[in-house]
């Protein structure tokens, strides 16, 4: 605003700097430290994720999967079967689910820009991950005689779409449990996946982009779904 109101005064379109004298209130930022779980801490709470997840339990599906791919909450609750490449191994983010609507069919939305249409690799426990889940999702919907239109990854056993209080409170859950250092919702688990990434050596542009995993980090930590 102040870069602004300069441009404003030069060019006579105004005679006064609103600016000056203005200090700007608010409180700190966290320091980045405070943004994101360490390694180890996030490879302790993906296992517990993983342990504690069925169809009841979808939250911990949404961490485990948010936590490895990087994603959203919104791209993340926005998966279909359709946009995993089971023989590629990659999913495919090309929409996101307006959870915000409180809709639990046909929410699907744009993305929050041009460079959040991607496709992502993934890893060997993601993909163990997906495969545990569509089991589980075509016994209980051929039990319950249930066709989901939307074909949702993450359509829980009362075939709902999770909020993201509902995230929130079951990570809360895990955080407890694994005693982390720090308190952070489920968008910290984007940061989290970032610094990791970072620290296995992955470059910062292929981070920023979120298009790759460290080569050997999935098959190093392939604990994490046992």
Request: net charge negative.
């Amino acid at each position: 605003m102040r870069a602004v109101a300069g441009e404003a005064l030069e060019d006579g379109i105004i005679t006064k700097d609103f600016t000056r004298h203005v200090d700007l209130g608010g409180e700190d930022s966290k320091p980045a430290i405070d943004k994101f779980l360490n390694q180890q801490e996030f490879i302790d709470l993906l296992s517990l994720a993983a342990q504690r997840a069925d169809m009841q339990h979808m939250s911990d599906y949404i961490i485990f999967a948010q936590g490895l791919l990087g994603t959203r909450f919104e791209e993340t609750i926005g998966i279909t079967w359709d946009r995993i490449d089971w023989e590629h191994q990659t999913v495919r983010i090309d929409r996101s689910w307006n959870y915000k609507a409180k809709q639990q069919y046909g929410a699907f939305g744009g993305l929050k820009n041009k460079s959040s249409y991607r496709t992502l690799p993934m890893s060997h426990d993601l993909m163990a991950m997906f495969e545990q889940l569509q089991g589980e999702q075509e016994n209980l919907y051929a039990a319950q005689r249930y066709n989901d239109p939307d074909s949702l990854v993450f359509r829980n056993f009362y075939h709902n779409v999770v909020n993201n209080n509902a995230v929130n409170d079951t990570l809360k859950r895990l955080r407890t449990a694994i005693k982390a250092h720090i308190q952070i919702t489920s968008h910290g688990l984007r940061h989290t996946n970032g610094s990791v990434l970072l620290y296995n050596g992955v470059e910062l542009m292929a981070v920023s982009q979120q298009s790759a995993w460290p080569r050997g980090y999935a098959d190093h930590h392939k604990d994490l779904c046992a």
